[in-house]
């Protein structure tokens, strides 16, 4: 079956340190990759995605990499601010799965000032 | 509406009573999830349409839950007789289409709690 594996939080930085998380899938087929955000008290906020081998998905100073080879999709941020504290989840869609989204356990992140 | 709407977003319901979980997508969006999220995990897949055709119901746990989406648009999740198991949030999400790739969006959750 089709699964998703991230590191297990909490992840405590402190403000301007870098942030990996790592995410490792399985899947019978060429999946699609997400990252979703939760803050705090709201909802599921996609991050970035990458459809394909090699494509590196970006937004908010966020970065992923479609590694087929390994199978991974480590999100990584060059600087954390406070504002970044959420939990942070990894997915994969698959078209014969019918575009449905199967969701890591998700990384709860924790920045200090 | 500019996202999706959950409603109520926050329930307690006695052992063994009925609860409803509406949704409303994003306006023009075909593809409908529901998702379950108990606490500390990832969400889990409950059940898929397309339009007003439930075409992906795996993920239900029993068969004390149904939903439902007669007009393509609404759709409510019913829970039936409910358990202190089925205590989580609900998540709705939509997307323009099927296709693999598009964006799906969600709304802010039901929290569900059974007492």
């Known amino acids: 079956g089709n699964s998703v594996t991230q590191m297990e939080g909490p992840v405590t930085l402190s403000e301007e340190a870098f942030l990996t998380i790592n995410c490792t899938y399985t899947a019978t087929g060429y999946p699609s990759l997400f990252w979703y955000v939760q803050y705090p008290g709201e909802g599921l906020q996609l991050l970035l995605k990458?459809?394909?081998?090699?494509d590196k998905g970006s937004n908010k100073g966020f970065e992923a990499t479609y590694r087929k080879e390994t199978t991974s999709f480590h999100l990584e941020k060059g600087s954390v601010q406070v504002s970044d504290s959420a939990v942070y989840f990894c997915?994969?869609?698959?078209?014969?799965?019918?575009?449905?989204?199967?969701f890591g356990g998700g990384t709860r992140v924790l920045v200090k000032p | 509406g500019a996202g999706v709407s959950q409603s109520p977003r926050y329930k307690v319901a006695k052992r063994g009573q009925d609860v409803a979980l509406r949704c409303d997508p994003i306006?023009?969006?075909?593809?409908l999830f529901w998702y379950q999220q108990a606490l500390g995990q990832g969400p889990e897949f409950l059940t898929y349409?397309?339009?007003?055709?439930?075409?992906?119901k795996s993920g239900l746990p029993s068969d004390r839950f149904f939903a439902e989406r007669p007009e393509g648009s609404v759709s409510t999740l019913k829970i039936q007789r409910t358990q202190q198991e089925d205590s989580a949030v609900y998540l709705c999400?939509?997307?323009?289409?099927?296709?693999?790739?598009?964006?799906?969006?969600f709304g802010e959750g039901s929290w569900l709690t059974v007492v």
């Open positions: 999400a939509s997307s323009l289409d099927r296709g693999s790739g598009n964006t799906i969006y």
């Open positions: 997915a994969l869609t698959l078209k014969a799965a019918g575009n449905k989204l199967t």
């Open positions: 349409f397309q339009n007003e055709a439930q075409l992906d």
């Open positions: 306006s023009g969006h075909v593809s």
């Open positions: 990458a459809t394909k081998a090699d």
